[in-house]
């Protein structure tokens, strides 16, 4: 919590790159039914990887977002935002 009693989290976007990219539907394959390496899972709060993709989650683990690039991350154009294990449980201590 601030200072000021109110539970915002900091937040700065950056651009780091601009580019079109085909369109997809939105109202396709829903994701849980697409195949899993294709789908790249970022912290919602610290921007961690999940890793390795397609892989089962019981066996990934979060990774820095460099770490991701270190180990020849690609490109990936479906991207899906949960929270990793230690974001979600500062999260709930602060309620």
Do not use: N
């Not at 294709?38 to 912290?43: M, N």
């Amino acid at each position: 919590m601030r200072e000021d009693g109110s539970r915002h989290l900091p937040y700065q976007p950056v651009m780091i790159l601009d580019q079109q990219r085909p369109a997809i539907p939105l109202f396709g394959v829903p994701v849980a039914d697409q195949e899993a390496e294709v789908i790249l899972t970022l912290c919602t709060i610290c921007a961690r990887v999940k890793w390795p993709i397609g892989v089962p989650s019981g066996v990934r683990k979060w990774i820095e977002p460099s770490e991701y690039c270190r180990r020849d991350g690609e490109e990936v154009a479906l991207i899906s935002h949960r929270f990793c294990e230690e974001c979600y449980l500062r999260l709930q201590a602060e309620e």
